[in-house]
Nanobody, 121 residues
């Protein structure tokens, strides 16, 4: 059983940056692929990006490609989402998720509680 806890959310101005963290416990982090999803008010949860178990490959949604970067530190049992050039439409609750296989669908087995990101002037 893997527990995930996100942190790092907050209020940022358009064009600014934030780095979210996803701390994992209760399992062997390096055996799980990790993903980030987000959900804006009144909208369905959407895929942001994913990273394989070793960090050797990443996949991103078109809406964040070139602005967001996913990394992981398996020794620290932590994954990261670096968000640059933030836009108001990036405002959402951001969730990390983990499962044995990286994919873009939201049927991951383990989920964090989410962290709010608000982009506003």
């Amino acid at each position: 059983q893997v527990q995930l806890v996100e942190s790092g959310g907050g209020l940022v101005q358009p064009g600014g940056s934030l780095r979210l963290s996803c701390a994992a416990s209760g399992g062997t982090f390096s055996t799980y692929a990790m993903a980030w999803f987000r959900q804006a008010p009144g909208k369905e949860r959407e895929f942001v990006g994913t990273i394989t178990k070793t960090g050797g490959a990443t996949t991103y949604a078109d809406s964040v490609l070139g602005r967001f970067t996913i990394t992981r530190d398996n020794a620290a049992n932590t994954g990261y989402l670096q968000m640059n050039s933030l836009k108001p439409e990036d405002t959402a609750v951001y969730y990390c998720a983990a499962d044995v296989r990286a994919r873009t669908s939201d049927d991951y087995e383990y989920w964090g509680q989410g962290t709010q990101v608000t982009v506003s002037s």
